[in-house]
Each structure stands twice: as C-alpha cells, then as structure tokens.
C-alpha cells in the first residue's frame, strides 16, 4: 500500500490565490494617469505625471498597511513587515515610467503583481517570516534620461548616483532637478554600497515583450537569465563623387561595404541560435543624395547572446568581416559604445518559479530575456529571477501592447507562491 499523497490539486487549493479583477482594475486605473489616444500612456521618468504614478502607488501600497520609503534616486520601497522583521526582505518590483508611446502593463504589471501578492496575503490573514517589499525603480526605460534602468543600476552599484543625478533631458533638465522638482528626491541611501539594504531573494514579473510565450501557448516563463549586449557605432568612410562620370571600377562607395557588414550581422547572429541576436537599427549614408556616390555611411550594431564567448566570436567576425572590406581610400572603424554581460539567475529562484507555476497547474517554459529589466542589475546583488507572461503578438514599447487578464493573473500567482516560498509562513 502507499501512503495517500495530497494530489497536485489540493496542495493547490492550499494555496493563497490573487484577485486578477483587482489586479486588473488597479493596471487601468493606473494606466489612465498618462493615457493617450490610440490607448497606451505616456508617462516619462520624472515627470509631473510619473509623480501622480507614483502617488497613487504609495496610497495603494498604505492602504495595504505597508510603509513606503523613498532612496536618493527616487526609487520606492513599499514594506510589509515580516514575523522576524530583522530578516532581509523578499523583494519584487519592476517599474511605471513608459515610452512616450508605451503600454499599459510594461513595468506596470511587475509592480502591480507585486501589491496584489500583499493585498492577497492580507486577504488569506497570512504573515510572512521574513519581510516582503514591492520596489518601483526610477527611469528604467531611459526615454527621458540616460543611462536606462537608472535606479536598479544606481542600487547596484553599475554607475554611480552623482552620475545618475547629473544625466540631462533633452531641455536640459538633470535628473537631480527633476526629482526635486517633483518631491521624489529621498533620504535613504540609494545604493547597495552605500547601505542601501540587500534582499534576500528579488523576483520580477513582467510581460515577455517578445512572442516566444505565446507562440508555444504556454502561459509562464520562467526566465533563465538575460542575453549579454554590446552594442557598436560602425563608420565607413569612402570619397563622394559624380554617380555618372564615375566608372564602378574607380568608385570608393561606403555605402557597399556597409551593406555587406549588415548582411554580415545577420548572418553572425542566425550562426548563433538559439540565443544569438544581430540587429542593425540605424543608418546614415552622406551626404544623401541620389546622384552622389556616398562618401561615408554610419551604422549602429546590438548584437546579444546568453555567453560572453558567444558576443566574443560575434565581435570577432565582424572585426573579421571588416578588415577583409577596408583598403585603401575605404576606411571602416568599429567602436564598442555599450556592454552589459550576459545575467544568468539564480538557478534556486528560477526554479521557486517553475514549481510556483506546477502548484498552480499553469504551463511553464523556460526562457531567455533578450531585453534589459531591473532584476537584471538587482541580480549583481541578491539572488533573483523573472516571470513572463505572454503578451499579444509579442509586442511591447508600442500603445497597442496588450495582454489577456488570464495571463496576467496566472503571472501574479506564480509571483505570489514564490515570495511566499523564500519568505516563509509566520
Ligand atoms: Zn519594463
């Protein structure tokens, strides 16, 4: 005989489940604060309407009985106290400034999931061992000022806060006086470094914006890590002439190269699968008329991929790719603007977030983020890891980014169980 084992569906049963009416109410609610036309928002960091954003998080999050603190780079910490208050928080978070013309669940849906997994445990009376906090990090999407992922990045300690507060607009506004501006410079220390506290686990909801999920029809990924980035300024520089009296054995046409090189960045990336990525976004060609040879074309390249060995061959046959181009009278430099290394998670947290979507019976993939997040930079100081959700056609950064209650309500479960999994039962 065998013992009698709880089936999957009564271990479920057990479980505190979100309110996916709730957490949907409060995504439109929020989503009007910026809201355009065509139906997304614009809700740029810093802005009077990122403070009106935020105002109504720190209402919902007091409702909740939480304390909110503000750090020196504006990001918000909603806490719920834990049994053992002493212990380090279990932390999620994401963020609520947009694209000028984003949706309404990228960033939104992360730090809403967050407050319902409260609501729900003040719901079901539940205490956590340790403290759970939801975080809304300043200026992830980087629209208004760069450098992105600006609060997660000062937390972590990837660029300095004087650095942060000095970054301008595009008016010319520092970020030091845009946060004054609209009251959300804080007091608490902003990095990690510098005392801000360490979580002992981050989790991350947040719609895949890719359309991996939905393609598979599975309704959770549970995310393995983040794609390394190096992103280039590419120039090639050749001698504008005459598109007539010009004989094709006698041009030095950069814009041929150029071309080559693009075709070269597909190909680099399309030898790298699963995870290899080659895009190239931007193009100049001068001076940019019909009958003149161009004499210099300026191209941008993002190249991702899950290992530095994977970008290292990358970088290496594009290098490769455009000595064999170069002679002389047509030059090519390659320069390196960006790096961010590949971030895998923690391989603990990742799985918290398979067996929080087993528990639930909800479908669950792994998968790779190809785009920056803020766990992304958390990562370099807590364990941490995503959930993905599938979002319509894949699409995000763009106001018809849409995504099904279902999803997004199966998304907060899985968060929930996770956080209460690392935070223990009182
Ligand atoms: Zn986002």
């Known amino acids: 005989m065998h013992a009698t084992l709880p089936t999957p569906h009564a271990a479920a049963a057990a479980l505190p489940h979100v309110n996916g009416d709730r957490l949907w109410q409060r995504l439109m609610t929020l989503a009007r604060i910026g809201a355009t036309d065509k139906g997304g928002v614009c809700r ?9 954003g935020r105002a109504l998080f720190t209402t919902w999050a007091q409702e909740l009985g939480c304390s909110v603190r503000t750090d020196a780079i504006g990001n918000l910490f909603a806490r719920r106290a834990g049994a ?8 999620t978070g994401s963020h609520i400034d947009t694209q000028p013309t984003g949706g309404k669940f990228d960033g939104n849906y992360g730090v809403l999931a967050g407050l319902e997994v409260l609501h729900a445990l003040n719901d079901a009376g539940l205490r956590t061992r340790a403290p759970l906090e939801v975080c809304v ?8 000022f760069v450098p992105v992922m600006m609060g997660s990045g000062v937390y972590a300690g990837a660029f300095s806060l004087a650095h942060a507060l000095a970054a ?3 008016q010319g506004i520092s970020v030091q006086q845009a946060l004054q501006a609209t009251g ?4 608490a220390p902003a990095a990690v470094a510098d005392g801000a506290p360490r979580f002992s686990a981050y989790f991350e909801a947040h719609i895949e914006q890719g359309p991996v999920l939905e ?3 599975i309704t959770i990924g549970a995310v393995t890590g983040a794609l390394g980035q190096r992103w280039y300024d590419v120039q090639v520089t050749g001698m504008e002439a005459h598109a007539g009296p010009t004989p094709m054995a006698l041009r030095r046409d950069a814009l041929l190269p150029a071309a080559r090189l ?6 680099l990336a399309l030898a790298e699968q699963p995870h290899g990525r080659g895009t190239v976004g931007q193009l100049s060609v001068f001076p940019g008329s019909r009958n003149t040879i161009p004499g210099r074309v300026r191209f941008t390249v993002d190249f991702r991929h899950a290992s530095d060995e994977g970008l290292a061959r990358m970088d290496h046959a594009l290098r490769a790719a455009a000595a064999a181009l170069a002679r002389p009278g047509l030059e090519i430099t390659i320069e390196q603007v960006v790096y961010f290394p590949p971030q895998p998670f923690d391989p603990a947290l990742v799985d918290a977030v398979r067996q929080g979507a087993q528990q639930a019976g909800l479908s669950v993939m792994d998968v790779v983020s190809g785009a920056g997040h803020d766990a992304v930079y958390v990562a370099r100081t807590a364990p941490a890891a995503m959930i993905f959700v599938p979002c319509k056609d894949g699409i995000s950064h763009n106001e018809i980014e849409d995504a099904q209650p279902a999803h997004l309500t199966a998304g907060a479960n899985v968060l929930l169980h996770a956080m209460l999994a690392r935070a223990g039962r009182a």
Do not use: F, I, K, M
């Open 184 to 187: 959300q410079a804080g007091s």
């Open 84 to 91: 053992d208050d002493s212990l380090p928080a279990v932390a």
């Open 137 to 144: 990090w300043t200026n992830e999407e980087g629209s208004r």
């Open 262 to 267: 693009v075709q070269r960045v597909n190909e």
């Open 44 to 52: 740029l960091a810093l802005t009077d309407l990122d403070r009106q």
């Open 168 to 170: 301008t607009d595009a």
């Open 215 to 217: 393609e598979a029809g």
